[in-house]
Structures are given as structure tokens and as C-alpha cells.
């Protein structure tokens, strides 16, 4: 058994080497005009020039219509310096790239109407074939139809790709922020509705922003209804995505809503309540301002439903009410031990793991089920993406950035739970008196944490479990700042909130 799952492993990991993206570049013949296509390839069979200027310009002999398996494929004349276009199928990568060879060909373009999956051969057939062969996907093959004439030339090449994209810059921002904030903001209220009981004005907005403790049968309940939801997109991803974007827009537009409705009351207009009626919500017969607030972010909801799709600005929108939604969360969902802490953590490093790692073992096209799930199959009829997440166009400017997802991603999960504990440091803290030294060294692990997701993306090139580097960052940094202090006993089970209860 250990002996399969080894070859397994070296099998998987044996196919990442030999995959590597490339650029083919398509002209016309009086290269006026170009453009870059993505391409995939195996610097076994050949290697490519990192520099377009480098690499050898030559004419398409399409040839699409056939899948060049056998001679009588080919066409009279050969292909003397030329790179044939042939679709994929039939019989293998050597088979192809041996009978392009030895019809004169300089190259091999395999159109593929699959995943792109890298030309893979053995060591003898590596050392016979000299001419590179590249997969090229049936749409980037539609499109050079389209674009250019007959006379059209390539250049394949592969340029050097940077190890981290700038994007993740923002990405770390916009993450420890909200988990710094929505900390904070949530520590401090939940002490507040300790120590003040007193009646406002506009009570019935407030009515609806009560916290909910979250006990072990919770934590258990969560996880198992977050693993089915996990495989059953994976297998009906086009079926569920679009019930998650409508849960998406009305909890994002709560999480704007309640976000904003602080700074809202503090502006001196609008505080008249709208008349007496019997309609859904208006009932309570809200303030004109807060009444205009929650059309304005349901309108920000439905601005980013309708648009989601328009990769250069919807992102933002996608990002502000994400923020809103997590801190909203944060806010509401209240760990009231740091053993509550200590057991939701656990169990969701043990679920992010699992599905992000060893998933790939268990599906039939080698892909992590996270992963898949996450940034969406590529071979989704309705080519939609999930909205949990924050996501920021990459910033290198690379050519290779057509070939990658053109996003970095980041889970509203790497966020809400470390920012749990975050929240109930902050909270420890004050009830303490201890100077917020929990929710700070709390806080600087979650950052470290993450600094050690982005360099272990950056070495293995693959997608990480971030919870895989957070969790042990945050939760062994608290576990030590109560040691230091010691408080461990009161840190567990939360019974420093017993102290000061005379000013409840």
C-alpha cells in the first residue's frame, strides 16, 4: 500500500515537471500584427527560447482536419520548415511528433478540445524526437482562424514568469486588515453589550445584530455541511453556482448594511421614521436614513450580480463586499472559549488539508477538489467563479499571465477563522486588562502566517491550504502568550470574562 501511494505521489508530481506553459505567438506574414496564445509543452522533446525575439518565426500548415497518426496524413510535400496544426487524439504524442519530423516539420501545435495535459513520451523517445510539441486549446485554435489569413506564421517561446505577482501585496493587505479590524470591532462590542445596557432611538435597526456563541455541536454540524456542500459542487458545480451567488449578494448586502449603519446614525439627517404600513421590513417603520442605506447596498449587490463577470472593475465590488460580509461574521459568530477556538481551527485545518492535498489521489483527473471548486472547472459549461473569495487581477505583466488564472485568489474561510480567534484574543484582552497583548501577537502571527502561505504558492507553484500555515501560526502564538502570562487555565475555558461582572 505504501509502495502505490508512493508511485502515485511521483506520478502526480512527475506530471507537474513536465508540464511548463509557453507563449505561441501568431502573425500574419507581414507582421504587422500579432498575438500571444497560450500554449502547454514539454522541455523533453525540445526546449523553447525565453525571448520572442529569439524564436524562429514559421508558417501554419493547418491541418486540423486530421489527427496525423498515420503517413497517409500527410500531405504531399511534407511539412519542410513548417509547424503543422493537427487536433489531438487517436494515438500518442510520439506518434504525432515523430511523423511531423520526419516530414520536415520544425515544430508540433496539438489542438485539444480537453484540458490541456502536458505531451508526455519516455527517455528513448525524448532522445529521438529534437522539434518542440506543444498543446494548444480548441478556442485559442478558433480564434487564430478567425484573426488571421491563410498566410499566418507562429513563434513559440517561454518566457521567464515571476516567482510572486505584486497582487499578493493587496491580497495580504485587504486580509490582515479585516481580520485586524473585524477583531477588534467585534472584541469591543461584545464587552460594550457587557458593561452598557441602555436604550437608543433607533433600537429595532439593532435588534437584528445579536451575536451567536458557537458550540461544539455547531463546529461539528459546520463542518460536515461544509464537506458536503465542497464534493457536491464539485460534482454539480453548474447546477449550485448560481444558488451561491444569490446567497452571496444577500449576505454580502447585510454584511455592506451592517458595516455602514454606524456611520450612517451618526449623520444629523434623515432621522425621521417613514409612516405607518404593512409592508416587509418598512413595518417598523425604519428611520428615511437607514431605509436609503439598505437600498443602496442592495443596489451594490445587484450592480456587482449583473456585472460579475467584467474582470477589470467587478473584482473591486467583489472585494468590498466581501470585506463587508467577513466583518459582518466576525462580528456575529462569537467563539466564547479558546478551547471552542482550538477545536474549529483543528477541524477545519484537518478539512482544508485533506481536500486541497489529498483529494488528488482520490479523483479520477488528479485535481484537488479545493482548488477545482475554488477557481472554478475549467470545463464548466457556465464558466462562472464562486464569490467567496477575494480575488485581484495578477500585476506582473507577463505573457504567461494568459496561460495562469488571471486571479489571485484567497478564501473567505483563511479569513473568518483565524479571525475568530483574533476577535476572542481582543475580547480576553480587555476583560484582562492586559493591554491587547493577545489580540496584537495574535494579529502579527495571522500576517506571519500568511507571508509563509505565499512563499510555500511561490516554491510549489501549486494552490495552498492556507489554513495549513495559519492555524498553527495564530493558535500555538496565543497558546504561548498565555503561557507567558500565565493564564492558560482562564484563557481555556474563558472564565476571565467572569471578571468585572458587578459593572455588567
Known sequence: MRDAVTLVLGAIFFEQVLGEYGMAHVSDQRKNKGKDYCILFNSQWAHLPQDLGKASRLQIHDLTASVLCSPSEVPAGGFTNRIPMVLRGNCTFYEKVRLAQINGAKGLLIVSRDRLTPPAGNRSQYEEIDIPVALLSYTDMLDISKTFGKGREVAMYAPHEPVLDYNMVIIFLMAVGTVAVGGYWAGSRDVKKRYMKHKRDDGAETQDEETVDVTPIMICVFVVMCCSMLVLLYYFYDHLVYMIIGIFCLAASIGLYSCLSPFVRRIPFGKCRIPENNLPYCHKRPQVRMLL????????????????????????????????????????????????????????????????????????????????????????????????????????????????????????GDILVPGLLVAYCHRFDIQVQSSQIYFVACTVAYGIGLLITFVALALMQMGQPALLYLVPCTLLTSLGVALWRRELAMFWTGSGFAVNTSLI
Open 293 to 412: 442605506l439598505s437600498v443602496f447596498c442592495v443596489s451594490v449587490s445587484v450592480i456587482w450580480g449583473v456585472f460579475r463577470n467584467e474582470d477589470q472593475w467587478a473584482w473591486v465590488l467583489q472585494d468590498a463586499l466581501g470585506i463587508a460580509f467577513c466583518l459582518y461574521m466576525l462580528k456575529t459568530i462569537r467563539l466564547p472559549t479558546f478551547k471552542a477556538c482550538t477545536l474549529l481551527l483543528a477541524v477545519l485545518f484537518v478539512y482544508d488539508v485533506f481536500f486541497v492535498f489529498i483529494t488528488p489521489l482520490l479523483t479520477k483527473s488528479g485535481e484537488s477538489i479545493m482548488v477545482e471548486v475554488a477557481a472554478g472547472p475549467s470545463d464548466s459549461s457556465t464558466h462562472e467563479k464562486l464569490p467567496m473569495v477575494l480575488k485581484v487581477p495578477r500585476l506582473n505583466f507577463s505573457p504567461l499571465a494568459l496561460c495562469d488564472r488571471p486571479f489571485s485568489l484567497l478564501g473567505f
